[in-house]
């Protein structure tokens, strides 16, 4: 089964950048439906974006679009998430998450591994 590792996160500025790496070992990050999610104090896990396995089109939360992009290498077996623009409400635990099969989603249930997390705070 693959293992998720995700890294990059921090302490950063509201307007500024981060980008957050998920480096999979175990199995190759191209077989799987892959996105990134993330979970703030007190709250469910919310679906940030996420990359279909076949076509590689992305899709994004309606409040992250147009300040995050999501990325694969397939040749680093890593899933990255670029964000920038960063607003306080950004504050939370961000996961990175694969999904078995056909058919990508934005639901949390959905997905078969995860990884740790990273922490990733936007000071105002």
């Known amino acids: 089964q693959v293992q998720l590792v995700e890294s990059g996160g921090g302490l950063v500025q509201a307007g500024g950048s981060l980008r957050l790496s998920c480096a999979a070992s175990g199995g190759t990050i191209n077989n799987y439906n892959v996105g990134w999610f993330r979970q703030a104090p007190g709250k469910e896990r919310r679906f940030v974006a996420r990359?279909?396995?076949?076509?590689?089109?992305?899709y994004y939360a309606d409040d992250v679009k147009g300040r995050f992009t999501i990325s694969r290498d397939n040749a680093k077996n890593t899933m990255y998430l670029q964000m920038n623009s960063l607003k306080p409400e950004d504050t939370a635990v961000y996961y990175c998450?694969?999904?078995?099969?056909?058919?990508?989603?934005?639901?949390?249930?959905?997905?078969?591994?995860w990884g740790q997390g990273t922490q990733v705070t936007v000071s105002s």
């Open positions: 998450g694969a999904k078995i099969g056909v058919g990508a989603s934005v639901r949390p249930d959905d997905y078969d591994y």
């Open positions: 990359i279909n396995r076949i076509s590689g089109g992305a």
